[in-house]
């Protein structure tokens, strides 16, 4: 015990952070019609149910924690996003279709379009289980703050600590979207489209937080309840008829293709400009946070570093990496953009200045550079092979996943220390005595 105290016993908070704390208020406005109008009334009447000793926090963590289940299940049925069996009969014999998938996986370069053959058997009851977890981890998170102010237990870290759970929930949805779709023809997402469906919401998330930033007040966008909604519904859909049920046709289009429309214009159309005029109004009432323009967007540096790094991986990796292995890279790109999004969460709560660079975003870059860079008469050619590129992007994904879950506890421990209270407990810690 004294060694895990002092591994997790590291100080990432500041006293400057800890006196911003101090004075912080939150802020927020919740515009949504679908939000208000039902919602709302709905969280109202579910709180009441919950016991008054239940700590707050515990709902975001359950929340969250069906999340991940719903992603270890998908890791575990559908782990390269094969999606649906044209043919079911495929499904009787796994043994050969594992066969297929993995002559497919060595082979991807030499294939334009997946094989009908090479898709995954989902089991019909799985999509019950993870409608339910979708639908408990949206309802659990959206009564956590009310169950706060029902047993007066509100304090910075709790929103802290949704928000920065939140940030790492916006990688399960277009993960989930993927699974059910899948990337065979004709029907199916490519891994890039949905990649870039994936950088569409992390962009919305930290746009709305990079507002607050600059004018103080959290302007929550309309596409959260929907999306969260809307998954569920397509789980239990799914669950009901299967997963062939959404491939078909709305006039010219398929439905998937519709889905991503759906998603670009919830993700752009209904978050960018209205964050953008936000900042504006703020700058020019002389309301903004900040004290010059380029204060102002440090705190996006470090994501459109990210971005950019990743692209250029995914443009010059030689064994396509992206496609080879969806899921290791949508973990790794979404935890590190968790982590980045918590340090500007911190930054915003506190009124303190952002930091513009990250460094877990050094290891990345060393690794990118090792496998795009032309290095074929270096001295590591040698260790420059595919399947050391697959384990460079396993290692990374463990490594930032350990130092977000670092960041994320110790963080968690100074601030309850701080404010003198437990976590998971609604329980104020006694006071310690003075020497």
């Known amino acids: 015990m004294g060694l895990l105290h002092k591994l997790f016993s590291y100080q990432y908070i500041t006293h400057e952070h800890l006196a911003g704390l101090d004075r912080y208020k939150y802020s927020c406005i919740d515009s949504s019609p679908l939000s208000r109008y039902v919602m709302h009334p709905f969280w109202n009447f579910l709180v009441e149910l919950y016991p008054k000793w239940l700590a707050p926090n515990l709902l975001t963590f359950v929340g969250f924690l069906c999340l991940i289940v719903n992603f270890l299940l998908f890791s575990i049925y559908d782990y390269s996003f094969y999606g649906y069996c044209a043919n079911q009969e495929d499904c009787v014999n796994l043994q050969n279709l594992t066969k297929n998938q993995l002559y497919f996986q060595n082979n991807i370069n030499k294939f334009e379009t997946i094989p009908s053959y090479v898709c995954s058997c989902i089991p019909q009851w799985l999509w019950m289980v993870l409608s339910v977890c979708q639908f408990l981890s949206h309802h659990l998170d959206g009564t956590d703050g009310k169950q706060a102010r029902r047993t007066g237990s509100s304090s910075p870290l709790g929103e802290l600590f949704d928000h920065g759970l939140d940030s790492w929930a916006t990688l399960f949805l277009p993960v989930a979207l993927f699974s059910i779709f899948g990337r065979n023809e004709p029907f199916g997402i490519t891994a ?244």
């Not at 990796?317 to 290791?328: F, G, H, M, Q």
């Not at 960041?407 to 100074?414: D, E, P, T, W």
């Open 192 to 435: 890039f489209s949905m990649y870039g469906l994936l950088w569409l919401i992390l962009g919305s998330f930290i746009i709305s937080h990079w507002e607050k930033y600059n004018t103080g007040v959290l302007f929550l966008p309309w596409s959260y309840d929907l999306s969260q909604v809307g998954m569920t519904f397509l789980f239990f859909g799914t669950f009901l008829f299967g997963q062939k049920i959404w491939y078909f046709r709305i006039g010219p289009i398929l439905f998937t293709q519709f889905v991503v429309v759906v998603i670009y214009v919830a993700s752009i159309g209904l978050s960018l400009p209205f964050s953008l005029y936000n900042m504006f109004v703020a700058y020019t009432n002389k309301s903004f946070k900040q004290k010059s323009i380029y204060e102002g967007v440090r705190p996006i540096f470090s994501t459109l570093y990210l971005f950019v790094v990743q692209l250029i991986w995914i443009k010059y990796s030689k064994i396509n990496i992206l496609d080879l292995e969806p899921r290791a890279f949508f973990w790794l790109t979404g935890t590190l953009f968790s982590n980045i999004s918590c340090r500007l969460i911190v930054a915003q709560m506190t009124s303190t200045r952002c930091q513009i660079f990250n460094w877990t975003l050094i290891p990345l870059t060393v690794i990118v550079s090792m496998f795009t860079l032309n290095l074929e008469k270096s001295v590591f050619a040698p260790f420059l092979t595919p399947r050391s590129e697959v384990y460079s992007l396993y290692f990374m994904s463990v490594l930032i996943t350990l130092a977000h879950i670092h960041y994320g506890i110790c963080m968690v421990r100074q601030i309850c220390d701080h404010l003198n209270i437990y976590c998971f407990n609604i329980t104020s810690k006694p006071m310690k005595k003075s020497d």
